[in-house]
């Protein structure tokens, strides 16, 4: 086809449109011909040496040629902001050279002041990068504002920055003033309409935004960034029906956007359709799969959600077998690929294969970068028992450069050897460190870690005097720590006060502890209808498993007519992907969910089948043996589950007041060893606040 049109029309798209064709299907050489003629056919067109860098970045891994053709294209098209993007990629992630990189784009911004792209490569850079997050957001929207007054666009810039809580509370009123000078400025752009309703949904107010995005319909009929960001709230807001019939219409309109079916796939798992979402993904990756790799990402993802293993590892091998052809697979999709294969190996039984993935999928990752590692590699090597490769692995990564050492080995590796003493010196000398930049984080942890050890008032004497001191983005944590302490105390009012400041101060569907203690404290308290407030509005983007089970649990309690549905949602969202990869509680509390949404519906060989697994995975977690003890109560095995509520005593659980409540325990509630446990419960209690 394209050897047809050339004939008749040679043009540098149809060259560099060949050369992706043949790029796609692994002729590296053939495609760097086609490249090379688009070179010849108009050599001051910046296109042809774009893709040639590609080429010669990702798939040929020839590191002096990308970076010499990015360079060319930014000679002949300085304005334009390709070749910026690919140049700051070589730099930072070839060769290594952030600060040459950051001087590159600066200087894009200080050339083009007026270019939107330039500064939003600028934050791309000092975002994920750096590692800058939302002080960087702030400091280039004001920066693009005071060069660009009488354009739209900084001001909306502005106002995203004050909106995002990555930096503490939003901004409410600085965000509302910046988007409101720019909607006086273009009152009837659909792109200025659209992005008011994006930053009130950031804001919270689901109204505003609903509205603004009908009047940015209006503006631009069909718009399908409009409708993703529509379907895309209505998720936020649970409303997981509509986010559906929105996504298929986004669908429909755009159906190479693939955006449109991530959406769509959440909110089918939301709904239990997952059969309707793979049939939807394998179609998509069909069409659209050799152009976009992303979708045989999300392909993996619906087979994993399926229960079909070996498909979706078939899926995700794909994607890393595109990438040896040169194919247009990215950093992101490899670092995906390699992390949905590791879940599926994990969920297979192949736990070698698993760290295999994750070490692989860690191992791409940047400069300053230590999130896989936390997530995936490390937590895994713990369940592994390969205790001593992790301070290995920790000492390797402080050499590179990755990590501050005494910090991982404070979080990581003396708390899984249960060496207390060992944590605080770890701590201690990091706090000794004048380049640690979370001093205050690792405060409140030290106040978290004697609140464990049961030494109440050295927890609260730290809470004291960090408090004045703190930045707005950890107030949270003081906050939930003081909850913590004045719930075990039995003050639940004042907890209830502390959680509620602490869920404010933090974007509800991301988090889930700031929820998971407020709901359990309202509903403790006997209000059932404030914590299933709570719980409702945690059905968020990302799926709060905790915060659904929790919803299943109080459902049942008030017998509820959804209660079987949540509970089935609940479980579903366990089995999504969080084994191997949870950022907030570890492996095992996936597959203590699991087990009990298991007890709930009945399935008792699956129950036992996940305690096991929970337990090898964390073996010495007070709150894991509390769940043991829950699931054996509703599987009918009083004996054990006393046995484990016993257990998770003698570990330090300090949250057992719950099992007053907790409906899970009905079976024990009047026995009277359940009451004599109780007792010596409300004793180490008052021993420790005493």
């Known amino acids: 086809m394209f050897d047809k049109a050339l004939e008749i029309c040679p043009s540098v798209d149809g060259w560099c449109g060949k050369g992706n064709v043949l790029q796609t299907k692994g002729l590296v050489d053939s495609a760097e011909m086609a490249y090379k003629m688009a070179v010849e056919h108009n050599p001051d067109h910046d296109r042809p040496y774009y893709d040639l860098g590609r080429l010669y970045y990702y798939g040929v891994g020839d590191l002096e040629e990308a970076e010499r053709m990015a360079r060319r294209g930014i000679e002949v098209r300085p304005d334009r902001d390709r070749s910026y993007e690919l140049l700051k990629e070589v730099l930072c992630y070839g060769r290594g050279r952030f600060q040459e990189a950051e001087e590159l784009i600066r200087g894009f911004v200080d050339r083009y002041p007026y270019n939107f792209d330039a500064y939003d490569h600028l934050y791309d850079y000092l975002q994920y990068d750096k590692g800058d997050l939302w002080s960087a957001r702030l400091r280039v929207a004001e920066d693009a504002v005071a060069r660009n007054p009488d354009r739209v666009w900084p001001y909306l810039m502005l106002a995203s920055a004050y909106a995002d809580k990555t930096g503490g509370e939003a901004k409410y009123e600085k965000a509302v003033e910046a ?27 689901s109204e505003k935004a609903h509205h603004y995005y009908r009047c940015a319909m209006e503006a631009s009929p069909g718009n399908p960034n409009i409708l993703a960001y529509m379907a895309h709230l209505f998720i936020g807001e649970a409303h997981f029906d509509s986010a559906a019939t929105v996504a298929a219409t986004l669908i429909r309109q755009a159906p190479g956007m693939g955006y449109s079916y991530n959406l769509m796939g959440t909110a089918l798992t939301h709904l239990m359709r997952t059969d309707e979402f793979l049939t939807i993904m394998q179609d998509a990756a069909d069409r659209y799969g050799q152009d976009d790799p992303w979708f045989y990402v999300w392909l993996g993802d619906a087979w994993r959600l399926s229960g079909k293993f070996r498909e979706a590892a078939d899926s995700y091998s794909r994607v890393l077998d595109l990438k040896k052809f040169g194919s ?65 692995k920790l000492n390797d990564l402080r050499k590179d450069g990755l990590i501050d050492s005494w910090i991982y080995h404070a979080i990581y590796y003396y708390p899984s050897l249960r060496q207390f003493d060992g944590t605080l010196r770890a701590v201690e000398q990091a706090l000794d460190n004048d380049e640690v930049t979370f001093k205050p984080w690792l405060v409140m942890r030290t106040a978290a870690w004697y609140r ?20 707005d983005n950890y107030q949270e944590w003081i906050d939930h720590e003081w909850a913590n302490i004045e719930a075990i105390r039995g003050s639940l009012e004042l907890a209830i006060q502390f959680a509620r400041k602490a869920y404010k101060e933090v974007d509800y569907s991301q988090r ?86 298991s007890a709930h519906i009945g399935d008792e060989e699956r129950a036992r ?82």
């Open 179 to 205: 988007v409101q000078k720019a909607l006086e400025m273009r009152p009837k752009s659909g792109r200025v309409l659209h992005g008011a309703g994006a930053i009130y949904a950031y804001l919270g107010d």
């Open 328 to 392: 247009k697979v990215n950093l992101d999709m490899v670092q995906e690929s390699l992390r949905g294969l590791g879940i599926t190996q994990w969920l297979s039984g192949d736990t070698d294969g698993a760290l295999a993935s994750f070490s692989e999928a860690a191992s791409t990752e940047t400069e300053g970068s230590f999130t896989l590692y936390e997530m995936m590699v490390i937590p895994l090597m713990k369940y592994l028992g390969r205790i001593d490769e992790i301070e290995v």
């Open 609 to 690: 089948s996940e305690i096991e697994y929970a337990i090898k995975l964390e073996p010495e977690r007070a709150d894991i043996a509390y769940h043991v003890a829950a699931v054996y109560s509703l599987l009918g095995n009083t004996s054990s589950a006393l046995q484990w509520l016993e257990k998770s005593v003698e570990r330090g659980h300090q949250e057992l007041w719950w099992a007053r409540v907790d409906p899970d325990l009905d079976s024990l509630r009047e026995l009277p060893r359940f009451q004599e446990i109780m007792s010596d419960w409300d004793a180490r209690m008052r021993a420790l606040v005493d």
């Open 452 to 471: 464990q050890k049961g030494d109440f008032a050295k927890a609260k004497r730290i809470l004291r005097e960090v408090e004045p001191s703190v930045k």
């Open 512 to 597: 889930n502890k700031p929820i998971s203690l407020l709901s359990r404290l309202y509903y403790a308290s006997g209000r059932t209808r404030d914590a299933l407030d709570v719980l409702a509005k945690a059905n968020g983007f990302q799926g709060n498993i905790d915060a659904f089970y929790q919803k299943a649990q109080m459902a049942l309690v008030t017998q509820s007519s959804d209660a079987d549905e949540e509970l089935s949602r609940a479980h579903l969202l366990a089995m999504r992907g969080s084994r191997g990869s949870d950022w907030d509680w570890g492996l095992g509390r996936a597959h203590i969910y699991a087990a009990l949404t």
